[in-house]
């Protein structure tokens, strides 16, 4: 089965404050050391496959350059990334080639470096149209140059374009959120991603706003009863425009689905190279998933990869709380081929169970988040855990996403 890969540039020319990724301003000075490192690890990869007890295969029909920002890099380091990938690995004539930008990174230059290296998808982290909005979080760019770079990436060929938008943000309204859904739509954007705000003590804007500060227009963020709403709005509104949920988090027109991170959900193999890259491989027992530091200082020292077996019982449990999240649900009936059906059967109470209380809708041997159950998605999957396994974070993480 062919290879997704996943090349982390964890560069910014700013640090928003709702992020809570691996990624940061750092120097130029950096950048050079870091992809020299990351092109080892790529030349390395098939010792590396061994070392974690994975089998490769050559052949990749996807690339994604996540980050971070990767349109930062200088020309030559980027064309050195994708020259080193063609060198490593069988790319499919056919693959889908995904990197994440900025708007408002996206120089002439850039374009016609990224369409002479086959880029034929972008991923544009706009997360609001409304100008204010897009400041309050430390993002550079305004609508105006964002309408500019879909135009040049359509004029250059790349008519393959994500729009990432976020519900949540700080001063965002009902009425400001609908202008972005509405302009997202007549953008002609085929694939929006559209997330609710995290709060964590991971990102800066997470951390006030769970001690109540005023720093980072923490006191303009919405209630959770708000964004919820918000969620349910885009839902409903990009549907209505034929752009199609088919992920908890992902819509797109008939077509455009990211065969990169159906990879992630579907349980296909992938590699992952850079600062906080997952990957997972299969094996003769099963599978094996393995990552890298998450820290830069870590992953420029050398410090090994973290490495875990997925064994029976985790294969099952991916099976579920990944194939949740698409709107397509989980099979019954494959699960029972590929697991037994005393697995299946074992489940039925917890299946029983969220389908009474409406977080999930059966259809025969199909099962389905609801809507109400894509906003308690964590909750639902955390049912499919085996007891001595909930909250050790177990969860599969594949390389992050907003931007797919």
């Not at 969620?231 to 819509?251: D, K």
């Not at 081929?337 to 169970?353: N, Y």
Request: aromatic share 8%; proline share 3%.
């Amino acid at each position: 089965m062919p290879l997704g890969l996943y090349l982390s540039v964890p560069f910014c020319r700013t640090k928003c404050t709702y992020c809570n990724f691996a990624s940061d301003v750092f120097s130029k000075a950096v950048f050079q050391r870091y992809i020299d490192r990351v092109c080892q690890d790529i030349e390395c990869c098939v010792a590396t496959a061994e070392q974690m007890g994975g089998r490769l295969e050559r052949a990749a029909d996807s690339i994604y350059l996540g980050g971070g920002t990767p349109t930062v890099l200088e020309i030559e380091q980027l064309e050195r990334l994708f020259v080193t990938i063609s060198q490593n690995f069988e790319v499919s004539s056919t693959a889908e080639i995904t990197v994440e930008c900025a708007p408002g990174t996206l120089t002439d230059a850039v374009i016609e470096t990224l369409r002479r290296c086959g880029v034929n998808r972008v991923s544009l982290g706009v997360q609001s149209f409304v100008d204010q909005e897009a400041a309050s979080v430390g993002r550079l760019h305004n609508r105006t140059a964002v309408l500019n770079d879909i135009t040049r990436l359509r004029a250059a060929g790349v008519t393959n374009i994500n729009v990432d938008l976020i519900a949540g943000l700080p001063h965002q309204t009902a009425e400001s959120w609908g202008s972005s859904l509405q302009q997202t739509i007549a953008s002609g954007a085929p694939h929006v991603s559209v997330y609710m705000l995290e709060v964590d003590e991971d990102s800066r804007l997470g951390r006030e706003l769970i001690a109540g500060g005023t720093r980072y227009h923490a006191h303009f963020v919405p209630d959770e009863d708000l964004t919820a709403d918000m969620y349910l709005m885009a839902c409903e509104q990009l549907e209505a425009a034929g752009v199609r949920q088919y992920e908890i988090s992902n819509f797109a027109r008939d077509g455009y689905e990211s065969r990169h991170n159906l990879k992630y959900w579907t349980r296909q193999p992938y590699l992952g190279f850079g600062v906080d890259a997952h990957s997972m491989l299969v094996n003769a027992v099963g599978a094996v998933r393995f990552s890298t530091p998450d820290a830069l200082e870590e992953y420029m020292a050398g410090k090994g990869l973290n490495q875990a077996a997925v064994d029976r019982q985790d294969a099952l449990e991916e099976t579920f709380f990944l194939g949740l999240r698409l709107s397509r649900g989980v099979d019954l009936d494959q699960v029972a081929t590929d697991f037994g059906s005393g697995e299946v059967s074992s489940l039925a109470p917890v299946v029983d169970d969220l389908v009474k209380t409406g977080l999930l809708e059966r259809r025969q041997e199909i099962i389905r988040l609801t809507s109400r159950g894509r906003l308690l998605s964590n909750e639902v999957f955390q049912r499919f855990l085996a007891v001595d396994r909930v909250g050790t974070g177990v969860l599969a993480r594949p390389n992050r996403t907003p931007s797919v």
